[in-house]
Each structure stands twice: as structure tokens, then as C-alpha cells.
């Protein structure tokens, strides 16, 4: 239940605050897109031809930069509004750069982490193919559970607190089994999802592309809501209910 009513508190706070939401979402995701309109023009891009495509990869390299930077500024910028009530004054985000850099180190240094648990399923994989999946499997699960076990650094990175391993560790002590309901709640979404725009671009795919970028800017948000929530649960002992 414990997972059920995160995932729930995460939807409710991007719904009841879509304003908001725009308001520090919408102009960095356009000048991403403008950087892309500009860095990536249309071609047919022969992947036998190996100028070409190293040609095409420092525009590519550069957009997903570009994308990196700016979904960072709106993480930053929301956990800030929703943890620290710091409400958008216009329709440009405050650009808070030190706590940017700090989330974007952070996130790496958790992604290696979580990462570290991949790595006994890959040799147990490659030692014993026949078992592979099931090791691979395991150590998915585990790389998931380390994860989100740390992730409460992020939300904190993007509030200007500084937490160690340990402390986010403790902090989040007896939360595995809500991990994983939030990620099978997840899985079910996504799933439900595919189906239907699948559904949709069969009968009218504009309507399909326009209903994807919307969702996917409002899953977008609740999955970064979900961090938030967590940290605010775990970390500052705020309600759920």
C-alpha cells in the first residue's frame, strides 16, 4: 500500500499543480527543441557510410547534451517547487547552476553504483548461459532496489543538502518491498499505455503523436514527483495520506 499511495501522491501533485508544471517545463523544452530544429536537420543518414555518421554524431552528441542540461534545470526546478514551496515567477525557470551540477553528479555517482549490481548477474551470465536470464534478472532487480534506495540524494542535491551514502541508506531502511510495488504500478502504466497509443495511431496518428507528447511530459513529471515524494517521506518524515 505503502507504494501505491507514493505512486498516487506523485500523480496528484502534478495534476493539481499543471500550471505550475508548465511554467517551469515549458520554455526549457523549447529551447532543447530549437537546439535540435537547428543542430539536426532532416536527411537520410546511411549508416554504411562511416563520414556520414561521424559526421551526424557531434550534432547528436550536442542535442543530447542539450537534453541532459535542460531535463535536469525542470527536475531541479520542481523539487525545489514542491519541497521548498519556491514558486515560478514567469516562464523561465530559475537557473540554480550549483545545485544542476550537484544533481547531475550525483545521479551519475548513483547510476554507478546501482550499476555495480549488474555486474555479478553479467559474469554469473557469462559463466553459465543456460542461467543466464535468471542471474541477469537478479541483478537488474538488485540495480533497481540500490537505486532507488539512493535516489532521495537527488531531490536533496536539488534543495542544496548535501547527503552521504550512508545516511540515504538508513534513511530509506525497510523500503524494498514499496520499491518494488511503485515499479510493477510503474510497469502496468507503461504497458496500459503502449496499448492504447498503439490503438490510437492505428485509427488517427496525429491525434496518437500529440496524445504521446503529452503523456509523456505528464509521466515525465510523476516519475520525478515519485523522487521527490520519497525524499520528502523517507528523508523529512512528510505525509503521504
Same mark, same amino acid.
Given at each position: ?12 501533485? +502534478? ?25 539536426? @536537420?532532416?536527411?537520410?543518414? &546511411?549508416?554504411? &557510410? ?8 557531434? @550534432? ?21 517547487? #514542491?519541497?521548498?514551496?519556491?514558486? @515560478? ?17 550525483? %545521479? ?10 549488474? +555486474?555479478?548477474?553479467? #559474469? ?9 536470464? *535468471?542471474?541477469?534478472?537478479?541483478? #537488474? ?9 539512493? #535516489? @532521495? ?23 524494498? %518491498? ?56 523517507? +528523508?523529512?518524515?512528510?505525509? *503521504? &495520506?
Amino acid at each position: 500500500m505503502q507504494g501505491f499511495k507514493i505512486v498516487m501522491h506523485a500523480f496528484r501533485m +502534478v495534476w493539481n499543480n499543471l500550471k505550475e508544471a508548465l511554467q517551469i517545463s515549458l520554455i526549457p523544452l523549447l529551447i532543447v527543441g530549437a537546439v535540435a530544429y537547428v543542430l539536426l @536537420p532532416s536527411f537520410d543518414l &546511411d549508416v554504411s &557510410d562511416p563520414e556520414a555518421v561521424a559526421q551526424a554524431l557531434q @550534432p547528436l552528441l550536442l542535442v543530447w547534451l542539450a537534453w541532459i542540461i535542460v531535463t535536469t534545470w525542470i527536475f531541479v526546478s520542481w523539487h525545489r517547487y #514542491v519541497l521548498l514551496e519556491e514558486y @515560478p515567477t514567469g516562464w523561465m525557470p530559475a537557473l540554480h547552476l550549483s545545485q544542476i551540477l550537484s544533481y547531475l553528479g550525483h %545521479g551519475l555517482m548513483i547510476g554507478l553504483v546501482a550499476g555495480l549490481a549488474l +555486474v555479478p548477474g553479467a #559474469v554469473f551470465a557469462a559463466a553459465s548461459p543456460t542461467l543466464g536470464s *535468471i542471474f541477469l534478472f537478479i541483478g #537488474v532487480i538488485g540495480a533497481i532496489l540500490i537505486f532507488y534506495r539512493l #535516489v @532521495p540524494m537527488l531531490p536533496a542535491a536539488a534543495i542544496g543538502r548535501r547527503m552521504k551514502f550512508a545516511e540515504v541508506w538508513a534513511a530509506t531502511e525497510g523500503a524494498n %518491498g514499496t520499491i518494488v510495488t511503485i515499479i510493477l504500478i510503474l510497469i502496468v502504466i507503461q504497458s496500459i499505455l503502449q496499448l492504447a497509443f498503439g490503438t490510437l495511431a492505428a485509427i488517427a496518428p496525429m491525434l496518437e503523436v500529440i496524445a504521446s507528447m503529452g503523456f509523456t511530459f505528464f509521466l515525465g513529471l510523476v516519475n520525478v514527483s515519485i523522487l521527490t515524494t520519497f525524499y520528502g517521506h523517507y +528523508v523529512e518524515g512528510r505525509s *503521504i &495520506d
